[in-house]
């Protein structure tokens, strides 16, 4: 019934680059904070220093990779509740004629709809025969 989803296109080369300076910024912070070989920074600076670089690294590291490997990431909506412009809504009540769901469209005070799909009148008190 619904048609699967084209492929994500690829990403722009510069887009890449630019993310994955940040996992770069992360790494360099997380060598040089542990590679002194004196107690300073103290043990907490480092541990509060570490904890941001992972996030650099997780961020400038993982975001490109996800992309390529034409995965979502993580601040987009997930593609099973991500409506596509043809495809019908699949929760609520179903047009008999042709299956599509109701969606966000206006029920009669007597029950009666019009399929915004297959354009044709079905009442949601009614089964179909």
């Known amino acids: 019934m619904n048609t699967p989803k084209p492929p994500l296109p690829r990403p722009p080369l510069f887009g890449l680059i630019f993310l994955s300076m940040f996992g770069f910024i992360g790494l360099g912070m997380l060598v040089f904070i542990w590679s002194q070989p004196s ?43 991500e409506g ?26 007597s029950g009666d709809v019009k399929c915004n799909y297959c354009l044709k009148w079905w009442n949601i008190h009614r089964t179909p025969e």
Do not use: H, W
């Open 84 to 109: 596509s412009e043809d495809a019908p809504p699949v929760k609520g009540y179903k047009c008999p004629n042709c299956g599509a769901g109701l969606g966000e469209q206006e029920v009669s005070p």
């Open 39 to 81: 107690n300073f920074p103290p043990l907490f600076f480092k541990f509060v220093a570490s904890c941001i670089a992972i996030a650099f690294m997780a961020m400038g590291f993982g975001g490109p990779l996800s992309m390529l490997k034409d995965r979502e990431p993580l601040n987009s909506t997930p593609s099973d509740t």
